[in-house]
């Protein structure tokens, strides 16, 4: 449970302790005004321009963030399928602004560009029974995604003024048969969105006064993707150059069914916020012989409600931890045990096929910044690829990586650190993280692929 800013980090110290209570609220369906395409008719006309192939290199990263409320904006679809339509719904104090939707696979792709759109400076957000919303702000631009592909978009909002955000979108997959799916952790990103001034964090009083509800009707705070570039983005562009077959969903779009037909399913980098309804659809794949791999930590802890497009998690009655009756341990393999960690990750079993053709067996920075654990919850026969020594302020304890197999064949790999796709960035990713790092992590993460595309991947 990361991160930043300075209050969410001391806020995720005291929840830490924090107990919670036994029931958690149950999910329900999201409502059609969520899921369906948008109609023709509304207000905010479709505008869609098509590009030519994309070039070999697009400028799509944000070099100008402005003013705090310079633009920003949100979706009113979390994700779509391939031909709808969303709305962008946008606040900018600049008299003009435009929007560029860029395809965050391999190689960023810009695929759609808007035309100068004028500038409306929206209501200020509402706090309704704690929970910061923007669902009052009217329609900006229709986007028709008609010919984009499936994958994990940014739509970067650019105002005539400098200022630049992103708005992310999914393209969701109509079928997973045949695929590793790939899960954008939404709800992670919308726990941790600070946008407004609260999140399920903090509130302007600190951690007693965090939300215990959030809505995807804001903007992200920050740059409005901070999580999926830190905890996603590497690991899509390595998956996409392995040329496997890929599916896409949210961590919303994990429901009864979704999985069936599918190789694999991966959990990215920080995964932490899950419903009943996401857990069986997974539980229920790695039973029917899906592959599972989990390449972050502290995924499968707290136990959400999901009301359509808004996340219930008071961390008291109504969100308990996962641990509290189905220990993560059970369908992750090991779990959460260490904030902050920062200590060298080292291979306890060099030949595993999973790091078949990696070099080296020792990698500073890259256990940390959570780490998890084998636990009495784990599963019977689980094998301890990685045991990383860990002080984890003045406890002593390690970091695991983990594998096992279900009774139907299927392998379970967990990295056990948070910094398993950031090592994939080498120096980038800092903490002294080395270029050695990133070698081991992308080949290491290739092997596993490319034997989970084939099917149920059993022992080593």
Aim: hydrophobic share 40%.
């Amino acid at each position: 449970m990361l991160v930043r800013p300075v209050l969410a980090v001391l806020a995720a110290l005291v929840l830490l302790a924090a107990g919670c209570g036994a029931v958690s609220a149950p999910d329900a369906p999201e409502p059609a005004s969520a899921s369906a395409p948008v109609a023709a008719s509304e207000r905010a006309a479709p505008t869609r321009t098509p590009l030519a192939a994309p070039a070999a290199s697009v400028q799509w990263r944000i070099t100008e963030r402005g003013g705090e409320h310079e633009i920003e904006g949100y979706a009113d679809r979390v994700s779509v399928l391939p031909g709808e339509r969303f709305r962008l719904l946008v606040s900018t104090t600049a008299p003009r602004f435009t929007a560029s939707a860029f395809r965050m696979g391999a190689r960023p792709a810009l695929v759609w560009r808007s035309a100068r759109t004028d500038g409306v400076r929206q209501p200020s957000p509402k706090v309704v029974e704690g929970m910061v919303t923007a669902a009052h702000w009217e329609p900006s631009l229709t986007v028709d995604t008609t010919g984009w592909a499936e994958g994990a978009y940014l739509v970067r909002l650019d105002a005539s003024t400098g200022g630049q955000r992103y708005v992310p979108i999914t393209v969701r997959s109509a079928s997973t048969e045949g695929r590793v799916v790939i899960v954008n952790a939404v709800t992670t990103w919308q726990a941790y969105n600070l946008w407004g001034g609260r999140s399920l964090y903090t509130g302007p009083g600190g951690y007693h006064d965090r939300s215990r509800k959030v809505t995807f009707d804001r903007p992200y705070d920050g740059s409005g993707a901070r999580l999926f570039l830190d905890f996603e983005q590497s690991a899509i562009q390595l998956a996409e150059r392995s040329g496997g077959p890929l599916a896409y969903l949210t961590s919303l779009d994990l429901r009864p069914g979704v999985l069936r037909g599918a190789r694999a399913v991966v959990s990215l980098g920080h995964d932490e916020y899950w419903s009943p309804q996401m857990r069986q659809a997974v539980t229920r794949a790695r039973d029917r012989g899906v592959n599972l791999a989990f390449l972050g930590a502290n995924a499968v802890y707290w136990r959400i409600g999901l009301y359509g497009r808004m996340i219930m998690c008071d961390k008291e009655t109504q969100c308990p931890l996962w641990r509290q009756s189905e220990p993560e341990s059970g369908l992750v393999g090991q779990m959460y045990d260490c904030f902050p960690a920062e200590a060298t990750y080292r291979v306890s079993r060099p030949g595993h096929w999973i790091f078949k053709g990696t070099r080296g067996r020792s990698f500073p920075g890259l256990a940390g910044v959570e780490t998890d654990k084998v636990s009495a919850g784990s599963p019977d026969g689980v094998q301890v690829l990685a045991e990383s020594p860990v002080d984890c302020g003045g406890r002593a304890t390690v970091s695991n990586s983990t594998y096992y197999v279900a009774p139907s064949g299927a392998g379970v790999f967990a990295s056990g650190t948070m910094r398993w796709v950031c090592g994939m960035k080498g120096e980038a990713c800092g903490h002294g993280v080395t270029r050695a790092a990133s070698v081991f992590t992308r080949r290491a993460t290739l092997n596993l692929l490319t034997r989970f595309a084939k099917g149920p991947a059993g022992p080593a």
